[in-house]
């Protein structure tokens, strides 16, 4: 079925008598009758729950309906986007290891790369998604274990070449890991395009009520972890589980199997039957949503450009991929035919100073650090999370003193347009 009707089906089918929405299981165990069949779970030899730091059937349920979304061969749940995006990494690497990454990525992450793991003896090597392929190629070393990169950058908005990237990663025998937060599978599904583990943070689009902060890992199960020897965590007997060998035992599933019972058994970043419930409602709605937050960004898009172009108009510049005339425009109508998503960034005149009184002017957007909401909400990075650095400083790292980010939400869209024009008009 088409992926509007599975936001709604997949994951969880009620039977005969059954509730229509998931139950809310609020239990951190799960009672047997035997320690033996007990005994069986332990050794990953029967299937079942019995610890809700491992497994809890909410959740189980969700994960099946982002892993379905996503067309992969299962997903865990974590307690945030960030926990998602190290438990990717952490899967396959240890100490010593190296990881490319584009450079164009979540801030959070930039940090999580470059300092926490950096830290933990996980070497980094930090490129443009515009890289060409002879500097991707370049980037490579003998202890290089998979390549990273965001589908829609959070905020630059760039788009990752998945094709061209999953290639070269498959040429070096690693996996292509990408974080599909702002597009959601809706507007992208990077599996279909070669990528072979895709994360979220599902506190964005999925959840789309501002209500939990989550994340998620899907593995599309396509990737041949036998085929180097780069990866004996799972092609190799994993000690601290009797020796057991995942992609022996679990196939196609290995990688997802051994974030389960060793990343997750050890860390425990789980999501909680409540949230995953949460999430479970935000993603029903999803395609409609992701089809306004689109429709409502492409008018303001449109209307900043129109201002743009006035004599004296007070937009400098407009990023939007879905928009022809941007950079990414062509790679937008490739991976995300759709639409992109809600996100635009633009430039006020008058920098600091003039976004700061255009922002306190609005009445209906709300300032606030989140992004990817129902409401209309906006960001000026320069007064707020950026606001130690100069505005030279700003400007090295891509975020200039004028840079307003905007995300666009699902409301009756003359009245966000209105908002703009009355705030626009008091600069
Ligand atoms: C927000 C975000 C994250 C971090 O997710 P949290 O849920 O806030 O931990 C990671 N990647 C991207 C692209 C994001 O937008």
Redesign the pocket.
């Known amino acids: 079925m088409h992926i509007n009707t599975r936001c709604l089906h997949a994951g969880y089918e009620a039977k005969n008598g059954e509730p229509t929405n998931p139950p809310i299981v609020q239990s951190t165990t799960y009672k047997y009758e035997s320690s033996e069949f007990m005994g069986a779970l332990f050794d990953l030899k029967e299937d079942g729950f019995f610890y809700s730091r491992l497994a809890n059937p909410t959740v189980d349920m969700v994960e099946k309906k982002l892993a379905d979304l996503e067309g992969g061969v299962g997903a865990i749940l974590t307690s ?6 190290m438990y990717a990494i952490i899967n396959i690497c240890k100490a010593g290891d190296h990881v490319i990454s584009s450079s164009a ?2 801030g ?2 930039f940090n999580l790369f470059n300092k926490t793991l950096r830290d933990l003896g996980i070497d980094f090597t930090f490129i443009s998604p515009y890289a060409s392929d002879e500097e991707i190629e370049a980037a490579f070393k003998e202890n290089t274990k998979c390549v990273f990169g ?1 589908t829609l ?2 905020p630059s908005l760039d788009i990752l070449d998945i094709e061209r990237f999953a290639k070269i990663a498959h040429r070096h025998k690693v996996p292509l890991i990408v ?1 599909n ?2 597009p959601t599978p809706v507007n992208c599904r990077p599996i279909e395009f070669g990528a072979d583990i895709v ?6 689009y999925l959840d789309g009520h501002a209500a939990v ?3 998620a890992v899907v593995d599309s199960g396509r990737f041949d972890w036998n085929a180097s020897g780069l990866f004996p965590m799972l092609t190799e007997p994993d000690e601290s589980y009797h020796g057991i060998i995942y992609v022996k035992q679990f196939g196609k599933a290995a990688y997802m199997a051994k974030m389960k019972a060793h990343v997750m058994r050890d860390i425990g970043s789980m999501m909680s039957p409540q949230s995953a419930f949460y999430l479970y409602l935000g993603l029903e709605t999803l395609a409609l949503r992701m089809e306004r937050h689109c429709e409502n960004a492409k008018k303001v898009a449109a209307f900043l450009e129109d201002e743009s172009k006035k004599p004296n108009g007070k937009i400098t510049w407009i990023n939007y991929p879905d928009m022809p005339g941007n950079k990414n425009y062509e790679l937008c109508k490739k991976y995300m035919p759709n639409g992109s998503c809600g996100v635009i960034s633009f430039g006020i005149k008058g920098g600091r100073e003039a976004a700061t009184k255009f922002m306190d002017s609005l009445k209906l957007a709300s300032i606030c650090t989140h ?2 909401d129902a409401k209309t909400i906006l960001l000026h990075p320069a007064s707020t999370t950026h606001r130690q650095l100069t505005d030279a400083e700003l400007e090295a790292c891509g975020v200039g003193p004028d840079l307003i980010r905007f995300s666009v939400g699902i409301e009756y869209i003359d009245d966000i347009i209105d908002d703009l024009k009355e705030g626009l008009a008091k600069i």
Do not use: L, M, P
């Open positions: 945030s986007g960030q926990s998602a995006n990525i979540y959070g992450t965001e950058s959070n974080d937060t702002f994360t979220h943070s599902t506190t964005k902060v989550g994340g992004v990817a």
